[in-house]
Nanobody
Framework: QVQLVESGGGLVQPGGSLRLSCAAS????????MSWYRQAPGKERELVARIVSSGGSTNYADSVKGRFTISRDDVVNTVYLQMNNLKFEDTAVYYC???????????WGQGTQVTVSS
């Protein structure tokens, strides 16, 4: 059974940093596009950042450009989201997503809560 297990969420003050991790197992991680999405209360789930297989290309939501960095380690099958200069509006549940562009399969993690509060 495919697993995506997020960790690293928590409570942080505005301007602080967090690093999310998503450990993947039981699928061919290196061939999948990995993404982070988030969903705030009362809002739709939105794409935060994406990194293609081989780690060559990334893209970000405009709201996080210059503050968040997505990366992946295909040796340990993990994708990361480094979040700096966090703002109140970054508060959300963050989800890890894997998408196989050849297979068409898509997998989701269970989510990790990030709360930015003073």
């Amino acid at each position: 059974q495919v697993q995506l297990v997020e960790s690293g969420g928590g409570l942080v003050q505005p301007g602080g940093s967090l690093r999310l991790s998503c450990a993947a197992s039981r699928f061919n991680f290196r061939s999948y596009v990995m993404s982070w999405y988030r969903q705030a209360p009362g809002k739709e789930r939105e794409l935060v950042a994406r990194i293609v297989s081989s780690g060559g290309s990334t893209n970000y939501a405009d709201s996080v450009k210059g503050r968040f960095t997505i990366s992946r380690d295909d040796v340990v099958n993990t994708v990361y989201l480094q979040m700096n200069n966090l703002k109140f509006e970054d508060t959300a549940v963050y989800y890890c997503n894997a998408y196989g562009s050849i297979s068409g399969y898509r997998y989701w993690g269970q989510g990790t809560q990030v709360t930015v509060s003073s």
